[in-house]
């Protein structure tokens, strides 16, 4: 299809790669153990997943303060959480040891100023969180909830500072609406739930957290599970206390991501509701936003694009995601330097059929983790930017 709309920024094939623009794959990203030689035929037949070897979802990725960087997701049949980590970003090396509970999804992570690695996200019908210092030997931690009638609640964000932590997520059942949800804690050990705010939190779900200055920003989905109607975010001076923002450019859109944007302020992105466009947004204090214009870039002949994260190195900010036509999607980033007008990356074998989830800085550029397989398997794979 070649350069999806690139514009000054594609590189000819004479040319050095392009930071956010040229992607390559890790070096070696070690794989779970094959399951079809530890399962009976029986068991085989009843879960079609595994026909797949080495399949696990790598979720997302920090770098840590000393060197080195953590990833975190999950691996079937029982969907346990696992690790890797990797002294370069080129080499992974896999643990099954963060736990052993059966249906549990660590999302997201955060480092804190002691240089301690949270890991949040849900364990069954309730928020869990986790902390390593090394990536390799990780604590599981109870979280505190304001509800007892046995709602499902999820952790599904985290942020860290020098002050401690903060996490976002939701309570409600699996489809139908969802309550936004907020905790605070010290250490990543001892969490304490955010007051409930009816209005504030109403028919939400928090999906990302960012510092900004001394307070937060969040943003968020508004609608059912199974049904989002438009993006939402909500600032905070402390963590403790949250205001709601409805404005009107986050209409008809899903913001899953969110960091401080080089030029000030923050910038958050994600999609327009359905998926049809990625889509972004700029806000000089997260209390008025503006989107993006729709272009060229951000849209596919297929029919679907999106965007998972985003971060900023520099002076430009670069968003991954995907874009997909009938079936298997490709793994795909974005390139801006003010947020509005954004080139997409090459299309590259390395990209194909795979999906993009989260991005950190490091090394000469930056690292990305996913899966490639999906819909039918997820077979967890690294990339680093600029490569070939």
Known sequence: MGAFGCGSLAPQASTPPVLGIDWGRAASVERPANYEETVSPTYQAKHPILRIQGQATMADLIGLPKGGFVSVGYA???????????????????????????????????????GTVVAVGRSGREPIAWTTKDGIDWQRHTVAILGGDGTAERMTAVVGGPSGFVAGGSVGPELFERHARFWRSADGIDWTPVADDRVAFANAEVRAITRLGNGFVAVGVVGTAQEHTGAVAWTSPDGATWT?????????????????????????????VGRQNAAAWISPDGRSWTRAPDEASRQHSGGFAWMTDVVAIGDQVIGVGDVQGLQRGTAVSWVTRDGLTWAMSLEAPVQEGAEFYAITP??????????????????????????R
């Open 362 to 387: 490091g090394g000469a550029g930056a690292f990305a983790v996913g899966a490639f397989g999906a819909p039918d398997s997820y077979v967890p794979e690294v990339w680093v930017t600029p490569g």
């Open 76 to 114: 079937p049949p029982d969907w346990v959480p696992v690790a890797w980590t990797s002294a370069d970003g080129n080499r992974w090396a896999f643990h099954a040891t963060l736990d052993e509970t059966d249906f549990t999804f660590p999302l997201s992570l955060a480092v804190g100023g002691d």
């Open 244 to 272: 709601r923002v409805d404005d009107h450019a986050l209409d008809g859109g899903e913001a899953v991501a969110v960091a401080p944007a080089p030029w000030g302020g923050v910038i958050a992105v994600g999609a327009t």
